[in-house]
């Protein structure tokens, strides 16, 4: 079946510092892929997504490539903002199941 | 309007009580899912709802009961719950089932079940 495996976490940062998520997937077919953010005592607003091979996602300065070769979607930001402290979650779907496989979640905190 | 809205935002409920959740959504979207999240980890599946009818049942025990009466409200019905039911409960709504798109996530129902 699919699946979706993140680096765990935490990842402490200090502010303005380049933050990498890792993100690998295993799925049938061409899934669309998704990173959602979480913040404490929130639910899931969707960061980016890419549907297609190669597609680069982006949003808030976040940016993540689709890459089919190597089954990745890693998260990427040139610079974290103390605001940016939350679980960021990897997802994707693969169209047939009708559902989102999840990631585990990794956490992020940024220090001032 | 591209939000979801869930209440209440806390609920409380012994193991012999009736309660209900609401969720509503006001994008046009077909496409509705209640899920739940344990602390530290990702939002599991319970039910989802295209056109209104229920599509998948993701095993989840008879207690938690899903209703669609519209295309715009989704409500779960809680009865006879078990402490380990406690946790946020998440509502989501899509344009359609295809995996392109994105879905938008209501902020939760925290419950605790004593």
């Known amino acids: 079946g699919d699946s979706v495996t993140q680096m765990e976490g935490p990842v402490t940062l200090s502010e303005e510092a380049f933050l990498t998520i890792n993100c690998t997937y295993t799925?049938?077919?061409?899934?669309?892929l998704f990173w959602y953010v979480q913040y404490p005592g929130e639910g899931l607003q969707l960061l980016l997504k890419a549907t297609k091979a190669d597609d680069k996602g982006s949003n808030k300065g976040f940016e993540a490539t689709y890459r089919k070769e190597t089954t990745s979607f890693h998260l990427e930001k040139g610079s974290v903002q103390v605001s940016d402290s939350a679980v960021y979650f990897c997802a994707l779907h693969d169209g047939a199941g009708n559902m989102l496989t999840f990631g585990g979640g990794t956490r992020l905190m940024v220090k001032p | 309007d591209t939000e979801v809205t869930q209440t209440p935002k806390h609920l409380v409920m012994g193991m012999t009580n009736k309660k209900s959740l609401k969720c509503e959504q006001h994008m046009g979207h077909r496409a509705m899912y209640w899920y739940k999240q344990k602390a530290k980890k990702p939002p599991e599946l319970m039910f989802v709802?295209?056109?209104?009818?229920?599509?998948i049942n993701e095993s989840v025990p008879s207690r938690f009961s899903p209703e669609c009466p519209n295309s715009s409200l989704l409500n779960l019905h809680l009865h006879a719950l078990q402490p380990e039911d406690s946790a946020l409960y998440l509502c989501?709504?899509?344009?359609?089932?295809?995996?392109?798109?994105?879905?938008?996530f209501g902020p939760g129902t925290r419950l605790t079940v004593l």
């Open positions: 989501a709504s899509a344009a359609g089932l295809a995996g392109y798109n994105e879905q938008f």
């Open positions: 799925a049938t077919g061409y899934p669309s």
């Open positions: 709802y295209s056109y209104e009818k229920l599509s």
